[in-house]
């Protein structure tokens, strides 16, 4: 029971972790609630199709289709997110105000909703997938089901859990600092999702490594470790990282500094 | 707003150019999964050139091939099977592990070229 407790909480926590920050850093948006809900929907929806496709092994999942749609759905997140950052960069002050005045809804640009939907989607998606096709053996397995399905809806609960206590974190931030510090988090979030792409395209003999395990820091920070583990989700932290993963991490925070300051570089 | 699609853009050109490059002559291997253990545990392989590796899956149980050190994660379908490039690499002992079960683990073991 506590096994599958501790595997489905993994598995959990990514998801509800981007989950809480996105909802966190697009606080003020009016009808976001709607589209992060359709998001977890059509993630999860998502989720089931990905693991009833891989538990009949198409082809698709096999060989190294499984790496490839991992990539995409990983570069889908970063452009999304890179588009939340971009858009919430140029609002920022226009949501302050209504944050400490409480008054009518952010009218201009059109909102990230979709981004939104999008990136919770993936999240949900991906880890979704690999919780769905673990449960679904448990449930298949006879022996000890009543056991592991409490352990998989505490561990389920306890994922969704951390993403709340996240989330009410977030909403402590004082309004003057709130968007500079969700920006930086969704900057970080997003170079780390870039990487793990960078990761499944040459795991997938699409990219060169350019130096496979550049180094290993295990010894100090174990990637496994609930602490590794988290960083990994919000930083992307890599024990052994490749240099094309250092390569798409780099780039990815410099595309999005530069387009999130440009306009600001432009009004100079 | 289109400005920041040049990101994948210019990623998947990239990976374009490289599969290209990465065409060629691979050593393959099979790592297999079969009562609950990985076999063979200690797979040996050429350092310095990329492998093919193919974690077959015989166990009606879904596994989560997972290495730190060759920063590799793929999940096995039960009865399924999945392959994927490792390396180059240096000589060395990598270190795997299935993310389901953590008590099932294996090592890959890179070798120097024709040496013993």
Not at chain 1, 56 to 80: F, K, R, S
């Amino acid at each position: 029971m506590l096994a599958t407790a501790v595997i489905l909480f993994r598995e959990v926590l990514e998801a509800a972790l981007i989950v809480a920050i996105v909802l966190g850093a697009s606080r003020g948006v009016a009808g976001r609630g709607r589209w992060v809900l359709a998001g977890i929907g059509g993630g999860l929806s998502g989720a089931a199709l990905v693991a009833v496709l891989a538990s009949t092994a198409a082809a698709m999942l096999t060989g190294e289709g499984q790496a490839l749609l991992n990539a995409a759905i990983l570069l889908t997140a970063v452009c999304m997110l890179t588009w939340h950052n971009v858009w919430m960069s140029a609002h920022a002050r226009e949501l302050k105000a209504e944050l400490s005045a409480v008054g009518a809804e952010v009218q201009s640009g059109s909102k990230p909703l979709t981004a939104l939907a999008v990136i919770t989607a993936m999240a949900v998606m991906r880890e979704g997938s690999e919780a769905v096709l673990f449960l679904w053996a448990i449930a298949a397995g006879g022996e000890g089901r009543t056991s592991m399905g409490v352990g998989a809806l505490v561990g389920v609960g306890a994922g969704v859990l951390a993403g709340g206590l996240l989330y009410r974190g977030l909403l402590r931030i004082p309004v003057r600092h709130f968007f500079s510090v969700t920006s930086w988090l969704i900057l970080f979030l997003a170079a780390g999702l870039s990487a793990q792409a960078a990761g499944f395209l040459n795991q997938a003999g699409l990219l060169p490594a350019l130096g496979q395990g550049l180094w290993n820091t295990s010894a100090w920070l174990d990637q496994n470790s609930l602490a590794g583990q988290l960083l990994h989700i919000l930083v992307g932290y890599v024990a052994s990282p490749s240099g094309i993963q250092i390569l798409f991490y780099l780039a990815t925070l410099c595309v999005i500094l530069f387009l999130m300051y440009r306009p600001r570089w432009r009004s100079l | 707003m289109n400005r920041i699609f040049w990101l994948p853009a210019l990623m998947l050109a990239f990976s374009g150019l490289a599969n290209g490059v990465a065409l060629g002559a691979d050593t393959t291997a099979v790592i297999t999964i079969h009562n609950g253990k990985f076999e063979p545990s200690e797979l040996r392989l050429p350092a310095g050139v990329r492998s093919r590796i193919t974690v077959r899956n015989q166990d009606a149980f879904p596994a989560e091939f997972e290495s730190i050190p060759l920063s590799r994660e793929v999940v096995v379908p039960p009865r399924g099977e999945v392959s994927f490039f490792v390396g180059p690499a240096a000589v060395g002992r990598y270190e795997y592990f299935n993310d389901f079960n953590h008590d099932m683990k294996g090592t890959v073991v890179l070798e120097a070229a024709g040496g013993q």
